[in-house]
């Protein structure tokens, strides 16, 4: 099945660094969706990306969908204490049934 | 602003016991999920319903997993048995209508399950 590596897969920064962060597949999607979740509770989306090349920017975070639609990036400027927490890529699924497969997340300490 | 609902939030329960959770969706929302997340990876999905009907659960292990949704609004999650690998936090998520784009799935706070 498709499979949504990403990495690192943690990250310990200090505050108001810039973090990069990758999500690479197996195989082609044709959206890319970038969500954050915060300790007990539920991913919230943050960005989506619906066309190979495309960079879209959320304030501080801008993401791209890699040129072969096997990969995408996320950048956060100037990180601050509230992103910490985990980052999953996600993407729907090849055969068009509405289901959604998640990465293996990368975890964002902010070192004070 | 609307948010989709679980209970109970934590659940310690010993192996081969029964578990049950319950998910309230965002009114209105058609589509509902729910996910199995392992400590350190992402959300796996269980099963889907459009509605009262599931439309997938390829991935809900049925010999001790069931989810029903009998009216199309809430749902229920249960395992019975439950088994030690069974630790993880349910996550509910749902969405307005069939189709359209998959951002639009809204996810609960989940229910984390320890299985002694």
């Known amino acids: 099945g498709q499979q949504l590596n990403q990495s690192p897969q943690s990250m310990f920064i200090q505050e108001g660094e810039d973090v990069s962060m990758n999500c690479t597949s197996s195989?082609?999607?044709?959206?890319w969706l970038w969500y954050k979740q915060d300790p007990g509770e539920g991913p919230v989306l943050l960005i989506a990306l619906y066309k190979a090349g495309e960079l879209t920017s959320n304030g501080r975070l801008t993401a791209q969908f890699g040129i072969t639609r096997k990969d995408s990036f996320l950048n956060i400027s100037a990180s601050i204490p509230s992103d910490v927490g985990i980052y999953f890529c996600a993407g729907p699924s090849f055969f068009g049934n509405e289901k959604l497969t998640f990465g293996t997340g990368t975890r964002l300490t902010i070192i004070p | 602003e609307a948010e989709v609902a679980q209970s109970p939030r934590y659940k310690i329960t010993e192996k081969s016991q029964a578990v049950a959770f319950w998910c309230d969706p965002i009114s209105g929302h058609a589509t509902l999920y729910w996910y199995r997340q392992i400590l350190g990876q992402g959300p796996e999905l269980l099963v889907q319903?459009?509605?009262?009907?599931?439309?997938?659960d390829s991935q809900l292990p049925k010999d001790r997993f069931s989810a029903e949704r009998l009216k199309g609004v809430d749902s229920t999650l249960k395992i019975q048995p439950a088994e030690q690998g069974d630790s993880a936090v349910y996550v509910c998520a749902s969405r307005p209508t069939r189709g359209g784009n998959q951002e639009t799935q809204y996810f609960g706070p989940g229910t984390r399950l320890l299985v002694l």
């Open positions: 319903f459009q509605d009262e009907s599931v439309v997938d």
């Open positions: 195989s082609i999607f044709n959206t």
